[in-house]
Structure formats: C-alpha cells, structure tokens
C-alpha cells in the first residue's frame, strides 16, 4: 500500500471545501449548468441519461480495506447499492444527488480517496498491473513509477487543460496486464543489454473513434529520465495537438499525422532541453516514494501445502476455481487470487455494498488489508497464504464472487451504454447478461479456454471492443440497435485491432452470432489448446464470415 502525506491530505481536503461551494451555486442557481459543467468535471462528475455520475479514481488499482469500505459506505448511503469497477481502475456511482455530491467527497477524502482528474482534458488516472508488487513475472513495482507521475501530474498546471483527455499505463511484467500499447503513453519496464532497468516509451495508442496501437518511440529509457521524458512527450503534444477538432485532438492522430519518427524526434529536441534539469530524478527522491509503499510482512511458507492439495483433492469446485482463478505469487506459498465480477446474468464489473463490506473483510483477514482493481474489471486479493484458500475461497463462494471464469467466454468486458451513457447508440450490458446466460455452462467456456468479449455502447468504445477478442460495438441504423461484430483483437503484449466480421446485425440475433463464432471455433482449432485468438490468427476471419452469414 501507498500512504499519502500531509501535502496530499491537504489538497484533496481542499478541493473538497472548493467543490462543496460550487455546488452550493449551483444548486441555488447562481451557475447555470453550462458555468457548472467545467468545475463538475475537474471532479469526476458526470451528467448521464438519468442522473449525475460520480467516477472515483484508484490510482494503480490499489486499495485498502478501510477504502472498500468506504465504497460500499457510499454505495449504500448515497447511491443505490452498487457501484461499477471500470476498464481504467475507477469506480463508478450512477445515482449520486448533486446536492450529496460534496459529503461523498468529504466521505472518500477521510480515506485518501478523490475523484480529481477522472474527467476533462487532463493527465487521467494513472493505471497499472493489478498484480503489480507480487506477479512473479515482473521486474520492479510498477506502481512507484506510476506513483511518481501521478504526483507529478496532479494539477499541474501545463496539463491540466491539454488538447484531449490523457490516459497512461505502466507495466513491469512481460505479459501486459494493464494494457499499455492502448493508452496514450504506455510504459514497459525491462532490462536493457547491459542489464539496467528502464522504460520502452509507446505513444499514440487509443480507441474511440480511430483506434490505433500505440509506437515504440524510445525502446529504452532511463528511470532517470522518467519525468523530463513524459513531460517533453507532453509539451510536443501540448502544443501540437489539434484543438480545433474534438475527434482529431488525441495525442493518437498527432503521431499519426506526424509518422512515430518525426514526432519522436520533436520530443527528443523538447527533452535536451530539459533532461538535466530539475526533472532527473535521482535515486534519493525514488527512495522516497518506494519507501512509502509498504508491502506484507509475508511468513516463511511453502507452495502447495498439503491442505491445500487434500481440499483441492476432496472438492470438485473448489479445484475448479483454484485452477481458474488463482495466480502464482512471487513469494514462496503465497497466491493471488482474482475474485471474479462477472456472475451469470448480472451487469460486468459491478459490485454491490455487502459484497464490497465482506471483500474488506476477507482482504483483512487473508490478504493484508489490500484488493485490487483490474483492467478486466474484476477485483483481486494480492496476498493470500495458500493454506487460507480453502476458507476463503468457501466465503467468495457464498457471496458471489467466485465464478470460475476468469480470462473465460463469460468474463466479459462491457460499457454502461444506455442503460446508463448519454452518448450511447446502444445497450451494452443487456448483451453481455445475456451472453453470460449463453455461456452458463462451466464445462464448455473451460473447453472453448481463454476468449475476451469486450462491448461497447457507441463508437468512444470505453468497452475496447476493438482489443476484445471478439469484440462488439452497438450502432444505430434507422433508430435500430445494430451491432457489429470484430474478431483477433487483443490488448496485450500483441497488441492488435479486430476485423471487421461482416453487417452489423440486429440487437436480437448478436447472441446467436457470438455462439456461433465461438461454434466454428471448436471446429477450426487444431487442437484443444489453441486459443480461440490463434485460431483466429492462423485461418483469417473468412472462415468465421462464411459460418456466420450462412446461418444468418
Ligand atoms: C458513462 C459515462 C461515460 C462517458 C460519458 C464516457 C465517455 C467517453 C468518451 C467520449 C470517450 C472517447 C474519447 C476519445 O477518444 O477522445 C471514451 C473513451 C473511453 N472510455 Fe469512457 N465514458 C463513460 C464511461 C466509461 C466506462 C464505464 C469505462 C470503463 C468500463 C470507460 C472507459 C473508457 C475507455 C477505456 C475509453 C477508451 C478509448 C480511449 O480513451 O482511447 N468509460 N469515453
Ligand atoms: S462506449 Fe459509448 S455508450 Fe459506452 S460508455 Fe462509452 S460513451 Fe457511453
């Protein structure tokens, strides 16, 4: 865990004096909505179909017990019960009142948590690897680096109203978790030839409206550049970047219209300038953020305990969810554990108020007062000893949270669309609660193996349908709901945009269309364990077309 000091208790507290004045004139009429939309959403705070939307950020997806009980304090006490974990490590609360919007705030602050930057033209919540600190293949904790961006970011002045929302990653492992190549920077740490550790800089990546897989500007960085490098990337764009069009303002069309080499090279010419300066990060001030992430004070274990293997013997479902979804840990006889939020039938990503009270719980008595948010919204317990799986797993059980099917067909990534969205064309979770439905059955998405549906409800594609292997994005046709069908993205280290099926076909039939994308699947895979993405890479989407549109 990360713990915030004075200075950072000070200017969220403040902020929060600041916003619960300005919905005081809003709310008697002294700001028009128009005066109020700025202010709202340098506080996350949203207007959608029905009612404001508050988004809470949770920098590198890390949490403590104390703060997921604030959430659930908050679900319970100002929204309806639940609150939605995004693809960005934020959550979000769709029914909060305006006029409680500033005691929310107060209520997230007491715990170190704030909704600053989660909207507008600024640097975004900076995200990681959910398994950040414990996955066993990483290098370093990505999160002290996203941490120092994050404070160097926070109301900087220079970004804080740039061409178009910024949205960074960083990750230390060799297999992307956090999706970097489909931010506008990504950041990878690994070691150089020499054995040194630092940056590869990917720029440009992004979905919406014009996807792009982000470049490889600077394949080697040095940690000590960290700073000066992100901030020239930064002033390149600050002051080339399009402002006169909203849907060609991305740092993601300025690297294409400029070609990844020359706008590389603006940002070399922009950091001489500035590498040597008070931007170097030296080893003492990293020190100093990395000791302010403490990490568990772990047991002398081993893997595998014999409980462990007599529970995981004895009980079929406990095995099958071991063997779903727990991950190694890099500690010897530890485990992480991912507690899934993708039940049959139920909207993806969301929590209810009990179930985020008995998470804190477990976290404290199984993972050392931490949970995590992840990319594919689905929380995690980071520190579990493997002797405590039995027991805990038997609670995540009773409360819902142990579906086995991480990573699996059901697993689904979804928008709010328009249940919720006002930009949206179509609905996104009645889709994905229905395919869940489709794809019950345990046995077949362990048969059909690893597969990531991803919805969107409109173009801004906030449900990366683009990197989804199979991925789904509702337009309008004639008032219609209509869905087009992409197949072989992925968010990975592989990166990669899905093509385009064929036809959008009618909100009714895109079940129907998936199961049998996923038919011809079973019939094209060589062998069992070619996942559906290798399949897909190997035979084109030809194949798919012609069994699609055939039955259709
Ligand atoms: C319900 C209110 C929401 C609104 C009004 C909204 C609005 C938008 C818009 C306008 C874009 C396109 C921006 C651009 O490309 O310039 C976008 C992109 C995105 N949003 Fe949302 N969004 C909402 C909810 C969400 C949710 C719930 C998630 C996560 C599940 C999310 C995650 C994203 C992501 C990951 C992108 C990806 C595209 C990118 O930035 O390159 N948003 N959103
Ligand atoms: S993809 Fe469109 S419909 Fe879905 S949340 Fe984003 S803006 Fe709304």
Known sequence: MYHYDDFDRTLVAERVAEFRDQVA???????????????????????????????????????????????????????????????RQNIQFNWIKLEEMPETLAALAETGLHAMQTSGNCIRNITSDQWAGVARDEIEDPRI????????????????????????????????????????????????????TGFEVVVGGGLGRTPFVGKTIKPFLHKRDLLSYIEAVLRVYNQYGRRDNIYKARIKILVHELGAEKFAAEVEEEWRAIKDGALALDEAVVADIASRFTYPDYETLTDEPASLQTARASDRRFDTWFRNSVAPHKVPGYAIVTLSLKPEGAPPGDATADQMDRIADLA???????????????????????????????????????????????DIIACPGLDYCSLANTRSIPVAQELTRRFRSLESAHNIGRLHINISGCINACGHHHVGHIGILGVEKNGQEFYQITLGGRADEHAELGSLLGPAVPYEQVADVIEDVVAAYIELRVRPDELFIDTVKRVGIEPFKERVYATH
């Open 364 to 410: 404290e008595r199984y993972s050392f007062g931490e949970i995590r948010v992840g990319h594919e919204q689905n929380l995690v317990l980071p520190h579990v000893a493997q002797r405590d799986l039995p027991a805990l797993w038997t609670v995540l059980d009773a409360i819902g949270v142990a579906t086995p099917n991480v990573g699996l067909v059901s």
């Open 145 to 196: 680096y996203a941490e120092i961006l994050r404070q160097h970011s926070t109301m900087h002045p220079e970004f804080s109203f740039l061409p178009r929302k910024f949205k960074i990653a960083v990750t230390a492992a060799d297999h992307d978790r956090a999706a970097i190549r489909v931010h506008d920077i990504g950041l990878r740490m690994h070691r150089n030839g020499a054995g040194e």
């Open 25 to 87: 004139r809003r709310l008697s009429g002294q700001l028009t909505e128009e005066e109020f939309k700025p202010l709202r959403l340098m506080n996350g705070v949203y207007l959608q179909l029905h009612a404001y939307m508050l988004r809470i950020a949770v920098p590198y997806g890390t949490l403590s017990s104390p703060q997921l009980r604030t959430l659930a304090h908050i679900a319970r006490r100002y929204d309806r019960g639940y609150g939605h974990f995004t693809t």
